[in-house]
Nanobody, 125 residues
Framework: QVQVVESGGGLVQAGGSLTLSCAAS????????MGWFCQAPGKEREFVAA????????LYADSVKGRFTISRDNAKNTVHLEMNSLQPEDTAVYYC??????????????????WGQGTQVTVSS
C-alpha cells in the first residue's frame, strides 16, 4: 500500500509559478511510475504529466509542454511538478498518483493505483 500526499498549491497571478510536491510512503516508491492530474470544476480529471520510476522518461499533456516540469527524488520518496507561466485555465485541483505496474509512463487514469487527496491551484487573471 502506498499513501500519497500533495502540497504546494495556492493562489498565484497569471504568469506566475508554483511548485507542487508529492510525498509518498512505502519502500516500493522507487519502482512506481508517478503522475500528476488535474480536475477543474465541472470537468473530468485529466492527465498533466508523468515520470518513470527511474526519472529517465517523462510525458506531458500538450497544454503544459514547455511550461511544466515533472521530477522525482527516490531517496526522499518525492515527486515535484514545477509549473511556470501559469494561466487562469490551469486553475484546478491537482492530484498525484502512483502506478505500480513497473512499466512505462502512461496518461491513462485507470492505470494509476494510488491517489492523493489533491491540492488546489488557483490562477488569477
Amino acid at each position: 500500500q502506498v499513501q500519497v500526499v500533495e502540497s504546494g498549491g495556492g493562489l498565484v497571478q497569471a504568469g506566475g509559478s508554483l511548485t507542487l510536491s508529492c510525498a509518498a510512503s512505502g519502500r516500493t516508491f522507487s519502482s512506481y511510475a508517478m503522475g500528476w492530474f488535474c480536475q477543474a470544476p465541472g470537468k473530468e480529471r485529466e492527465f498533466v504529466a508523468a515520470i518513470s520510476w527511474s526519472g529517465v522518461r517523462t510525458l506531458y499533456a500538450d497544454s503544459v509542454k514547455g511550461r511544466f516540469t515533472i521530477s522525482r527524488d527516490n531517496a526522499k520518496n518525492t515527486v515535484h511538478l514545477e509549473m511556470n507561466s501559469l494561466q487562469p485555465e490551469d486553475t484546478a485541483v491537482y492530484y498525484c498518483a502512483a502506478d505500480r505496474r513497473n512499466g512505462g509512463v502512461t496518461r491513462a487514469l485507470s492505470e494509476y493505483d494510488y491517489w492523493g487527496q489533491g491540492t488546489q491551484v488557483t490562477v488569477s487573471s
